[in-house]
């Protein structure tokens, strides 16, 4: 079992960047391989990025392909989502997630991933 808490949310302004973390505690991060999704009011949860155990495979969401960049630091049991030039559309709760899976390249399905985290929320303002 591991638990999953999301922090670094907050209100920026389009085109402005933030960095936010996922800290895993209970068994080691690098179990897992680890995504982002996110879910914006009125839709579903939407995949946005994954990273494979060892962080040598990552995919993206199309929509966020060359402005988010997502890493992971087994060793602080972490891993993180930065989100550059970011747009009003990116306004969701996200959410860090695990999969006990070793697929290459990670999974993209919520229906893959076993543990998730409360969510942060991201507003961004035009």
């Known amino acids: 079992q591991v638990q999953l808490v999301e922090s670094g949310g907050g209100l920026v302004q389009a085109g402005g960047s933030l960095r936010l973390s996922c800290a895993a505690s209970?068994?080691?991060?690098?179990?897992?391989?680890m995504g982002w999704f996110r879910q914006a009011p009125g839709k579903e949860r939407e995949f946005v990025a994954a990273?494979?155990?060892?962080?040598?495979?990552?995919v993206y969401a199309d929509s966020v392909k060359g402005r988010f960049t997502i890493s992971r630091d087994n060793a602080k049991n972490s891993v993180y989502l930065q989100m550059n030039s970011l747009k009003p559309e990116d306004t969701a709760i996200y959410y860090c997630?695990?999969?006990?899976?070793?697929?290459?390249?990670?999974?993209?399905?919520?229906?893959?991933?076993?543990?998730w985290g409360q969510g942060t929320q991201v507003t961004v303002s035009s």
């Open positions: 990273v494979s155990r060892n962080g040598g495979s990552t």
């Open positions: 209970g068994r080691t991060s690098s179990s897992y391989a």
């Open positions: 997630a695990g999969d006990r899976g070793s697929t290459i390249p990670p999974m993209t399905s919520t229906k893959a991933y076993d543990y």
